[in-house]
């Protein structure tokens, strides 16, 4: 098991990591968005009112091929892409590069609407519809549209078609899916105490009674969860943002100077660099909106439309809603309330996902210094409680920090992370079990923790309702997200096995979900890490080759839609 990880870590550090200042493939996502934006003619801003017009179901006429109106695709694609990336992935942005990260994720929303129209009207464009059921996604536009070329590129997508199915399935059973209901039950046993065995089969049952339904439940559902979901939570970032009005130009004004010149160490922030404040929007912002991930086209390819690129025009408002509406929502809260900057006092026993960075005293932690490897320990001495050093944790500079043995006497020896697991040893050297070490010291919060602390904030006359409004709104997502991811997956089974292997694809993907509600899920974040970047890569390919028949497709289409207003 540990193998494996380490495995699957390094070649997602190679792809996802490499080289550390900005990412190959955050470049190749980036590049493809800039590309088709280009290439396109900024089709994002020109089309963006023909698309809501499409939405509102102006030209939905239920004699055209596919299962599902405009509205229904894009709520279906939508309760995927908005997740608990729109709640803990902007925390963690701001979190790590500063408020200005945000305004990167508004950069890569943009560029990413073009990508979501290209990778989307393509899946209609290449679909198969057989007795009314839909398939269509990435590895069909790969298989029928480029290879059959014929030639060197053909048969490499031919090869990757099914590379991609594979994937998207890995990916579904993970991302999709068991960190999903992880994630849910954490929350619901953090807010509400409840055993994250009951949550795992309140989740599966509900996620199950809506997929053995098909596309079409999935979509009636999704039209329910999503306007519900950006209700609760929309909402209350909007009641917050009313209620503190006058922080709300300094909030924008931090979001805009700050994506240029990053803060220092302020507050006990250990600081970024421009490059870091840069990495943190454009990784949040991609993962956050899924643009050329794949994902989304195998929804949109069930639209029941005759133009591929109507639902492509519908596509292209994913991103919009999801990254430009709700995440800055989320950005906005964290950001006017100040707790992005504010510590909190924290004890805990120290495990493989908490630990700490020791550095020499008088180190320089502000402004990206804290990444100097030479300025760091392996070895932390720790006199009567008080370590011998300063402590980084969650990039931020730990205060008043301290380590007690069970009996509440202070602890005297050293700590040192061996295989990330934190080992320690007394003064005569024995070992001392970390379960029998309380490590206490103020720190921020990341994650939807600082999103929760936000809300708290904002609507603290309302305590503890601002956190149970981000309780609720993961249960919302994470079910949402479950449900839809559900049916990627089984469109891949079908691509690769048929429409025999779609039912008990389903039951498995069940089943995943309720253990993944109970059990640690560290590999199999690695995996669903990795399985996104072997969709990512060939996607990103074909795209970028098609988008030459996808730029034509777009002239005729309104051309044709001018001349019928003549």
């Known amino acids: 098991m540990n193998e494996a990880k380490a495995v699957l870590d390094f070649l997602n550090e190679l792809v996802w990591a490499s080289p550390s200042d900005l990412p190959f493939m955050v470049v190749f996502l980036l590049g493809t ?9 900024f089709l994002q801003l ?15 006429d239920p004699e055209h091929p596919g299962e599902v109106s ?43 609407m073009a990508t979501k129209y290209t990778e ?6 290449y679909r198969k519809v057989e007795d009314g059921v839909v398939a269509g996604g990435p590895m069909y536009y790969m298989k029928y549209g480029l290879g059959n070329l014929g030639h060197g590129v053909g048969k490499f997508f031919t090869f ?11 990916a579904a059973m993970g991302i999709g899916n068991s960190i999903q209901a992880n994630t849910l039950a954490d929350a619901m046993h953090s807010s509400f105490s409840i055993p994250t065995v009951v949550t795992g089969l309140v989740s599966t049952a509900i996620v199950g009674a809506v997929i053995l339904g098909g596309i079409k439940r999935i979509a009636s559902a999704s039209v329910i969860i999503v306007p519900l979901m950006a209700f609760i939570y929309v909402g209350g970032a909007l009641l917050i943002l009313g209620l503190h009005y006058d922080a709300v130009p300094g909030a924008f004004l931090e979001i805009i100077t700050g994506a240029f010149n990053p803060p220092a160490a302020i507050g006990g922030f250990a600081g970024s660099t421009f490059a870091m404040t840069m990495l943190w929007g454009v990784k949040r912002g991609l993962f956050s909106n899924e643009a050329g991930q794949g994902s989304s086209p195998i929804a949109h390819a069930a639209a029941r439309t005759d133009k591929p690129v109507r639902e492509g025009v519908v596509a292209l408002l994913e991103p919009f809603i999801d990254t430009i509406i709700i995440c800055t929502m989320t950005g906005l809260v964290i950001v006017a309330t100040g707790v992005w900057k504010e510590k909190k006092d924290e004890s805990l026993h120290l495990g493989a996902r908490d630990n700490l960075v020791f550095f020499q005293p008088g180190v320089d932690l502000g402004a990206g210094a804290a990444l100097d490897p030479s300025a760091k320990l392996d070895v932390l001495t720790i006199a009567a409680g008080s370590p011998q050093a300063q402590l980084l944790r969650n990039n931020s500079i730990v205060e008043h920090p301290s380590f007690t043995l069970a ?34 010291g103020a720190t921020l919060t990341r994650g939807a923790p600082l999103t929760a602390f936000a809300f708290d904030r904002g609507l603290d006359f309302m305590y503890p309702w601002g956190g149970y409004i981000v309780a609720i709104s993961i249960l919302l997502f994470a079910i949402s997200t479950a449900i839809s991811w559900s049916y990627y997956g089984d469109r891949c089974m079908h691509f690769l096995f048929g429409p025999k292997s779609v039912l008990p694809y389903r039951i498995v993907y069940l089943i995943i979900h309720f253990l993944g509600a109970i059990f640690s899920l560290e590999l199999v974040w690695a995996f669903g890490d990795f399985a996104n970047a072997m969709m990512a890569l060939p996607n990103l390919v074909a795209i970028i080759l098609l988008s030459g028949k996808v730029a034509l497709m777009s002239r005729d289409y309104f051309k044709e839609m001018k001349e019928n207003k003549k």
């Open 33 to 41: 968005g800039v590309f088709l934006t280009l290439r396109l003619g």
């Open 160 to 170: 990757m078609a099914p590379v991609f199915a594979v994937s998207a399935v890995v």
């Open 120 to 125: 989307c009207t393509l899946a209609v464009r």
């Open 407 to 440: 009996d509440g006497k202070a602890f005297t020896g050293t700590l040192r992370f061996e295989g990330d697991q934190p080992t320690y040893r007394d003064a005569d050297g024995l070992p001392v079990p970390s379960g029998q070490v309380m490590y206490s």
């Open 70 to 112: 405009h509205f229904h695709a894009l709520s279906a694609a939508l309760s995927a892409t908005v997740g608990i990336g729109n709640i803990a992935g902007v925390a963690l942005a701001v979190h790590y590069g500063g408020p200005g990260a945000l305004f990167w994720m508004w950069v890569t929303a943009f560029l990413g």
């Open 46 to 60: 020109r089309k963006l009112g023909h698309s809501v017009k499409v939405v509102m179901g102006a030209y939905d």
